[in-house]
């Protein structure tokens, strides 16, 4: 009676359904990113010594903090798999491997943007002049979510790869980050315009490009890549 | 003359340097069952994940279900059950809840869920976590995770050591002799593992040193394995 192939739709939205589920249950990866983004964003304010900071320093503290909360969903992203067995399920059924990565993808994208929400506003507390305007908050949310497709697939590809090893919390970080250094740059120079004193000024087009062109080059490879990082 | 289900042709596996699995040439015909006998590393494990698709051949060749699993893996994914010493599901899920997940990845409708869970003796319990279960009841979830796509082969390591007499008088018609399916078994029982068998393979550190039809071999055989 075994049944029909499941198709890759089906495939990744049972897998999504399960990440959601899990977090749900046992919240482990949104309260440590967000309370790590809050905390971080307390001791910017204390060491800078400012109540509010504009342009490059705004827009370097606000990625600097989404990055680093960020390696902590991405280093516990596969580790119930790995230490319940869930990776060998998924590896045994008749499914397509990308289902895992795109699933995974779209959690870890959803976790970023739950994460932000809290840390954006927190940010706005603690450290961003009282200027924000439907501007600022649609320039810095479209700017977000961009840097946040790209980390998603860097994130799961680094995670599917570390998670085997044992030293993986230190992995993370240490393949991580170099290949998102591109989405860093991006994202700063697209946030510091956004963050300018006086009220946000236009986004910079070749930046978004930047991003744009990251995160289909990166997700084309993690498609290309993440067979051979699952399997044996 | 009668198909066969697996296939094994001078199989090698190895981890780093070592050879888990050297040289395994067999072959077993549907609808017989194979036990695996060995000490702790012998290789038993190695076997069943290899014939799963969980790990590659280094060397040899292996078919199971008529498909070469270095080449055509995918095809036979989907046909086989696997019970290994892992339940392959989620301790902060339900039974149901990781049952529905497993049911969603095989293509398999959620009554056959629900049908599993009564024949396992779970069902007034499937939608407490996997965490709050015994041992013996994590295992009967896990069994009916197995053969929750009706597998035509089952790989199974030591599928009733964490039950109790009545736990696996239920579980036998799913994953038990009686179950008709082909079945690959490790046991460290000679006693039940060879009534429970048509053929029996003896391993130690990796190589094959028992082979054999289950009725002709002794006790006192398979106790050389472990000395």
Known sequence: MSGRRPSLRSAIGAMLAKELRLELRAPQLLPAMALFSVATMIVFH???QRDAVAGSLAAGVLTVTLLFSAMLGIARLFVADHEEGGFD??????????????????ALFLFLVIMEVVAVAAYALLL???????RLLGQTALTLLLADVG?????????ALAVQTRARDLMVPVIALPLLVPVVIATA???APTFAQGGAEALPGQWLAVLGLYDLVFGLLAYGLFDFLVED | MPETAVELEGLTRRYGGREALADVTLSLERGRTLVVFGPNGAGKTTLLRVLA????????????????????????????GFLGHQPLMYRDLSARENLRFHARLHGVSFERVDA??????????????????SRGMVQRAAVARAVLHDPELLLLDEPTANLDPH?????????????????????????????????????????????????AVTREQIGELYR
């Open chain 1, 89 to 106: 399920g998924f590896l045994l059924a008749p499914v397509d491997r990308s289902a895992l990565l795109i699933a995974k993808a779209m």
């Open chain 1, 151 to 159: 980390i998603a697939v860097i994130g799961t590809l680094v995670g």
């Open chain 2, 167 to 215: 736990a696996a008088e239920l579980v036998e018609p799913l994953i038990g002799r009686s179950s008709g399916r082909t079945r690959v078994v490790t046991s460290h029982d000679p006693v039940g593992g060879l009534a429970d068998a048509d053929v029996a393979l003896g391993l130690r550190a990796g190589r094959v040193r028992l082979l054999a039809d289950a009725a």
């Open chain 2, 53 to 80: 698709t969980l790990l590659r051949p280094h060397a040899g060749s292996a078919r199971v279900l008529g498909h070469d699993l270095a080449r055509e893996g995918w095809a036979v994914r989907g046909r086989i």
């Open chain 1, 46 to 48: 204390f060491s800078l």
């Open chain 1, 189 to 191: 120079k697209l946030l």
């Open chain 1, 128 to 134: 961003l002049e009282p200027a924000a305007g439907a």
């Open chain 2, 116 to 133: 599993l869970l009564e024949r396992v003796g779970l069902a007034a319990r499937a939608d407490d976590p996997l965490h709050s279960y």
